[in-house]
């Protein structure tokens, strides 16, 4: 059915009609095989009702005689033989190796913490090069990968880049990296794929978390990020390059003086450990929640939050330094772990015992890359947290009912599984969700994920611009997130959908911060 009526995007090749002829031959002659022995054996008894289609072709031929069936029923068969190992010899050379290969790749998957990158150990004196450019710098199984796809096409469907006119498509690039492998191995692989492919990638997980053959498109683009960034020194922008800029010297992307972190704080009385260790848990605040305006609202009302349940909360001020997560997603894996080990350094001095964080891309980050470069501290995501003040008592909030969309960001819902649990606040605190068309673990990104946050959207549709159209479209007043990132991207998108009045996006932690 696809082949004939072919959707759109879905690549058919030679080898398809082939294969699919032989299948329907295979049908075909299956059911002359069994109608000719049903017409001599079985015509007339009670037995042949249970195979009606063999049944139907007996009735059509039984008119032949006896000689001429069993002719028939042999000479049919013998082709049929034919045509079915002709098939099974033809499956290693077509598509349809994915039959074997696809259940291997199951049992090859990934199975450590879901989108977890590999550290790169840039202390090797004996490696010539960091990340990929060539097949043999890929692993075995990003090779294999290629083998399994069935080019079925539903990470393309689900790609927030590629729905957006932009050049990427999952599907191609696993594909063009198996064709390098067997055709052409020398081949540069950046150039055979194209920067503007790999530089549109926001990260956010959609491809793999729909494709039926556990194939791992995100950190083979991240591999061949690693190569331009730190072996070319290429960046997919000016602007991006002025934000590594930034963060080598003031700690965040944002480029505002390292001194000025901890400063949105004063006010509400929140010391830093280094003044205060005794605390009940370290907010890690993150770039945004501590530099920009609008962002630094959650951060407010996130210690409102604690503060109304009795909870102590301590940040790092000025020592806390960017994650590092944007900056290794788009392949400065140096200066990734140079703020990592100094952020790690930091934490694990002050003896804490509990990390809150407000921002999805820093627990993710904390929570599991961190682990490598030895951070052993419980690391929460602040809508877990809360819920668990909320469940114990501790932090009591009034119920007001008021109608909302939310939106599932890429590093809660699809890196980390997490979904109901903002959705229960939401609820307890009186909002009535009108889920979007695309919500839970099919969320369009907000195209800030991947360290596009850092980079201008210069080709196809802006994604922030379609995701709020998709909000709008739901009729709430309101467009509630979790992410800084998201928050940003959204508050920038209803003025590009030109839905100022129309649509507010919101914190959960603000909705929850106005109920106390």
Not at 351 to 362: A, E, F, G, L, R
Request: with cysteine.
């Amino acid at each position: 059915r696809r082949y004939v009526l072919k959707p759109e995007g879905l690549e058919t090749k030679k080898d398809d009609a082939i294969m699919h002829g032989l299948l329907f031959l295979i049908l075909v002659t299956g059911f002359v095989i069994e109608g000719a022995r049903m017409a001599v054996t079985e015509l007339g008894t009670p037995v042949a009702a249970w195979s009606p289609v063999g049944l139907a072709v007996a009735n059509a031929i039984a008119g032949v005689g006896e000689e001429g069936l069993r002719i028939l029923h042999k000479i049919t068969w013998w082709f049929h033989l034919v045509l079915v190992v002709g098939f099974i010899g033809l499956i290693p050379f077509t598509k349809f190796r994915h039959i074997f290969t696809t259940s291997a790749n199951y049992l090859f998957a990934d199975r450590g913490p879901k989108g977890k990158l590999v550290n790169l150990d840039l202390e090797d004196e004996d490696a010539e090069k960091f990340g990929a450019t060539h097949i043999g710098d890929l692993s075995w199984k990003d090779i294999f990968d290629a083998d399994a796809c069935t080019l079925c096409k539903r990470c393309q469907d689900r790609c927030p880049a590629y729905n957006t006119d932009k050049p990427l498509s999952p599907m191609k690039v696993v594909n063009q990296i198996g064709e390098v492998a067997f055709d052409s191995p020398e081949d540069d692989l950046v150039e055979t794929l194209t920067k503007d492919v790999l530089w549109a990638c926001t990260t956010c997980r959609a491809c793999q978390e729909i494709c039926p053959a556990s194939i791992e498109h995100v950190s083979k683009i991240v591999e061949l990020r690693r190569s331009m960034v730190l072996m070319e020194g290429e960046f997919p922008g000016e602007e991006v390059m002025t934000a590594m800029e930034q963060t080598e010297v003031n700690g965040n992307p944002l480029g505002i003086g390292y001194a000025q972190r901890g400063a949105w704080a004063e006010e509400l009385g929140v010391k830093t450990v280094a003044e205060d260790p005794d605390v009940d848990i370290l907010y890690f605040v993150g770039c945004y929640a501590s530099f920009d305006k609008r962002n630094i609202g959650v951060a407010t009302s996130f210690i409102k939050l604690c503060d109304a349940a009795g909870v102590k909360v301590g940040i790092l001020g000025k020592e806390e330094k960017c994650c590092g997560e944007p900056m290794r997603k788009m392949g400065n894996e140096y200066l990734y772990q140079t703020l990592a080990m100094e952020n790690i350094e930091l934490i694990n001095s002050y003896n804490i015992n509990k990390v809150v964080t407000s921002c999805p891309h820093c627990f993710n980050t904390l929570e599991k890359d961190y682990r490598d470069l030895g951070l052993e501290v419980e690391v929460v995501s602040y809508t877990v947290f809360l819920k668990t003040l909320l469940a114990s008592g501790k932090l009591k909030i009034k119920s007001e009912e008021f109608s909302c969309t939310y939106h599932d960001s890429c590093y809660l819902g699809r890196h980390n599984d997490i979904y109901e649990t903002p959705r229960s606040l939401i609820a307890a605190a009186g909002g009535r969700i009108v889920e979007m068309a695309k919500s839970r673990d099919e969320a369009f990104c907000c195209s800030a994920g991947g360290g596009r946050i850092m980079a201008d959207e210069k080709i196809g549709e802006r994604i922030n611009v379609k995701r709020v159209q998709m909000a709008v479209e739901t009729g709430a007043p309101a467009l509630l997130s979790n992410c800084p990132f998201c928050l940003t991207m959204f508050e920038d998108g209803v003025k590009g959908a030109d839905v100022e009045e129309s649509l507010r996006p919101r914190d959960i932690a603000e909705v929850l911060a106005d109920r106390l």
